[in-house]
């Protein structure tokens, strides 16, 4: 069976093109205005920031050439020509990686535990009573606002230097930045569950446990390996400040013009990275496998 | 009257084999897991030499610090202070803007539902991987060798590492899009990039908008940072007043941090509900 598409009558159709048009150009005149506004501020910003086109196009050259530095020996070969050379302190900077992997970890893991204690207090659907959800909410920003390596600078005078001043940093960084992602899960979930345990009578903590925990499990443990991630690489900079971990023998080999340890070095903290990415991919796959099937 | 009928378990257990009889596996698997966390964990505390007496020394040096840092007081040179800030705020803005212009064309091309070919899609996937594996900081310290001291090292620095996380974020939000609005795009008629710029970009721009307000938030506390290692901002002040052991000041560069990202924190939420928001009613 065919069907005419039916077309209304001019005056009809006119009185409807119009409305759009209206609806349409105040969308439009809206967009161009946000725009606007939008490169003023960019403008303003690039003079604040000492922006030089110019100087970057002529310069623009250091940045290829840095890289043709890193990648040559003192000898002037290739670094590729003679790995070993390149590599000569693999030992040492493998066991720097590795407290840097355990920094992070330690520091990401201890940060999870107390940011999900915390969370629930801060979020809008579960917390019980204003006041603490603004205390924890204020702490949460603190800790998060405040970057990890401030902490560290300050820790490393406390704490002494070594790597227990970058853990606690990392901790801190994470209760924040954790609290605030996985309180904004809590604040998404269907609230229809609660509703059904606290009919019966429950209590909060098992409203929590019950209602709650189900629904965001799986996204607090996707945020957490994430957050490992980012922290790997915070941690590898905390060296700069003395707080242990590979950053230490990194920035020593920039300052001092170690050209090849330079890339040596980078090229085992990206190489790490990514196993790490890899890891906590796979890992995130299987736990939202696992939620699919359950 | 009705009255609930009593649940027959073993018809249940009958019907329902997986749940009631779940094998010992995946019922330890958790347990397990959890356990073996614990056990790294305990192993990085041994390992990053963690002690209680450490630990109760540090707390209680970390106590007088706080007691020096109370009232924070910038000591006259408060327009010093804010011009450093004015200047972490325009790096943190620009960098996030220019990461967000180069990272989108190059998403496309690390997502799956674009480039179905794993030939294209790895390398481009590698690569962003690799400039994010680097931090900030290590992009800041190169920065500063092409550029020079200053904030527009900072600039790009924040611009190159965010471009590397952009990269991902938006493939995953462009991965995660519905496919139907695509097929319809493509069913009346459309070519590729049609299929991107209508099927693909309205579902995908208001996640992508919500992820760029986030980081210029969070690139505020990073452009803070730089300046330790040279790169403009406030970051230059705060470290040497650490150095120095002028608590009042550093108390004073934290509050004045705290406010101002509270304030791009309330500008972006502004942004994001009102971009949100109209999406939701369109």
């Given amino acids: 069976m065919t069907s005419a598409v039916s077309i209304l009558p001019a005056q009809q159709l006119q009185v409807l093109n119009d409305a759009y048009r209206a609806a349409v150009a105040r969308k439009r005149l809206r967009m161009t205005l946000a725009t606007a506004v939008f490169f003023a501020v960019l403008v303003i910003a690039a003079i604040g920031a000492e922006v030089h086109p110019v100087t970057f196009v002529n310069k623009i050259g250091n940045f290829v050439s840095y890289f043709d530095r890193i990648g040559t020996l003192e000898s002037g070969a290739r670094v590729w020509s003679d790995i070993g050379e390149w590599f000569w302190g693999w030992k040492k900077w493998l066991a720097l990686l590795g407290e840097t992997v355990l920094i992070s970890y330690v520091g990401t893991l201890a940060g999870a535990i107390l940011a999900f204690a915390l969370n629930f207090l801060a979020a809008e659907n579960t917390s019980p009573a204003p006041w603490l959800r603004f205390t924890i909410r204020r702490l949460m920003e603190f800790c998060r606002t405040v970057p990890d390596i401030v902490f560290a600078l300050i820790f490393v005078i406390a704490f002494g230097l070594g790597p227990m001043a970058g853990v606690i940093a990392i901790m801190i960084h994470s209760v924040g930045a954790l609290g605030k992602l996985y309180s904004e899960i809590v604040e998404n979930i269907d609230m229809k569950p609660v509703e059904g345990v606290r009919s019966t009578g429950a209590s909060w903590i098992s409203c929590i446990r019950f209602a709650v925990v189900p629904q965001v499990a799986a996204g607090f443990a996707s945020y957490t390996l994430l957050r490992f991630e980012i922290n790997v690489r915070g941690a590898s900079v905390m060296g700069f400040v003395g707080a242990g971990g590979i950053g230490q023998e990194l920035v020593v080999a920039v300052r001092k013009f170690f050209y090849s340890d330079v890339s040596a070095i980078l090229l085992m903290i990206i190489v790490t990275v990514f196993l790490i990415d890899i890891g906590t991919g796979w890992a995130r796959g299987r736990l939202f496998g696992k939620e699919a099937r359950a | ?282």
Avoid: C
């Avoid at chain 2, 967000?100 to 480039?115: D, E, H, K, Q, T």
């Avoid at chain 2, 290590?138 to 471009?163: K, T």
């Avoid at chain 2, 991965?175 to 795009?185: L, T, Y």
């Avoid at chain 2, 493509?186 to 760029?212: D, K, T």
């Fill in chain 2, 1 to 282: 009257m009705t009255r609930l009928l009593a649940p027959d378990s073993g018809d249940l257990r009958g019907r329902y084999p997986e749940v009631f009889d779940r094998p010992a596996s995946s019922r330890l698997a958790i347990p397990a897991m959890l356990l073996a966390a614990f056990g790294i964990f305990v192993f990085g505390l041994v390992e990053l030499e963690f002690s209680p007496a450490r630990m109760l020394a540090g707390l209680s040096q970390l106590g007088w610090i706080t007691m020096m840092m109370i009232p924070p007081d910038p000591g006259g040179s408060l327009p010093v202070y804010l011009v450093a800030l004015g200047e972490t705020l325009s790096i943190a803005m620009l960098g996030t803007t220019l990461a967000a212009l180069l990272a989108l064309p190059v998403s496309l091309l690390a997502a799956r539902n674009i480039v179905p070919s794993g030939i294209f899609r790895f390398p481009v996937r590698r690569f962003l991987d690799s400039i994010r594996g680097v931090d900030t900081l290590i992009w800041a310290l190169v920065w500063i060798n092409v550029v020079g001291l200053g904030p527009f090292a900072g600039v790009l620095a924040i611009a190159v590492a965010d471009f590397g996380a952009f990269g991902k974020l938006f493939s995953e939000a462009i991965e995660a899009a519905d496919k139907k609005q695509v097929e319809g795009i493509r069913a009346s008629g459309g070519n590729a990039l049609h299929e991107i710029r209508f099927g693909l970009m309205p579902q995908v721009l208001p996640v992508i908008a919500g992820q760029v307000l986030y980081f210029i938030e969070s690139n505020t506390r990073s452009a803070t940072i730089i300046g330790i290692v040279g790169a403009g901002g406030i970051g230059l002040q705060l470290a040497e007043q650490i150095r120095v052991l002028e608590w009042q000041k550093v108390s004073f560069l934290i509050l004045m941090i705290l406010v101002a990202v509270a304030a791009i924190d309330w500008i972006s939420s502004k942004l994001r509900f009102a971009i949100i928001g109209k999406r939701a009613v369109a």
